[in-house]
T-cell receptor
Framework: DAGVIQSPRHEVTEMGQEVTLRCKPI?????LFWYRQTMMRGLELLIY????????DSGMPEDRFSAKMPNASFSTLKIQPSEPRDSAVYFC??????????FGQGTRLTVV | DAKTTQPTSMDCAEGRAANLPCNHS???????VYWYRQIHSQGPQYIIH???NNETNEMASLIITEDRKSSTLILPHATLRDTAVYYC?????????????FGKGTLLTVNP
């Protein structure tokens, strides 16, 4: 397996634009997590899914953020409209039940 | 999830064992101890996890005290590539609740 695949690796966008981050989890994993990492706040859990169903989205900062998992092999995190304070590295991770989570390489988002 | 306490930073000489402590005095019976690390600019990497017995894999050993209120991650022969932030996480494992929340971790610096 190629591991968790995230795209794009880098994204630079202008304030007010819509941004969509993509994640392909490891096949067979039941859980999918979205994180955001900044120097100031560290690694923050935004939302996680179990069997494609959102379980806890309490970490989603505001209504501008939304996440979907239409099937077991794909998830998106959308920011609309984007703001400079959304600049961060966004990680996706997947995990089988009862085991460790495996992370993607992240998407570095810069909003100018 | 139970809160964990880790030292902010530690140093270790190359080739020596690195022992990273973690306190989790409020851990409950169905919470596991997980360890991850994050090398600069990469996604977090799963290392090991355990419930109450000591665990060992190709990367590290995990020693959990009998009362489960603390644990130690041991890297038997640290190399320069082990320089990273190490996170100790206590994670509930029941039903679909599988939240994985990161703290600030310990920055381990392995010196030549």
């Amino acid at each position: 397996d190629a591991g968790v695949i995230q795209s794009p690796r880098h994204e630079v966008t202008e304030m007010g634009q819509e941004v969509t981050l993509r994640c392909k989890p490891i096949s067979g994993h039941d859980y999918l997590f979205w994180y955001r990492q900044t120097m100031m706040r560290g690694l923050e859990l935004l939302i996680y899914f179990n069997n494609n169903v959102p379980i806890d989205d309490s970490g989603m900062p505001e209504d501008r953020f939304s996440a979907k998992m239409p099937n077991a092999s794909f998830s998106t995190l959308k920011i609309q409209p984007s703001e400079p304070r959304d600049s961060a590295v966004y990680f996706c991770a997947s995990s089988p039940q009862g085991a460790g989570a495996f992370f993607g390489q992240g998407t570095r988002l810069t909003v100018v | 999830d139970a809160k964990t306490t880790q030292p902010t930073s530690m140093d270790c000489a190359e080739g020596r064992a690195a022992n990273l402590p973690c306190n989790h005095s409020t851990i409950s019976g169905n919470e596991y101890v997980y360890w991850y690390r994050q090398i600069h600019s990469q996604g977090p990497q799963y290392i090991i996890h355990g419930l109450k017995n000591n665990e060992t894999n190709e990367m590290a050993s995990l020693i959990i005290t009998e009362d489960r209120k603390s644990s130690t991650l041991i890297l038997p022969h640290a190399t320069l590539r082990d320089t990273a932030v190490y996170y100790c996480i206590v994670r509930y494992s029941g039903g679909s609740n599988y939240k994985l929340t990161f703290g600030k971790g310990t920055l381990l610096t392995v010196n030549p």
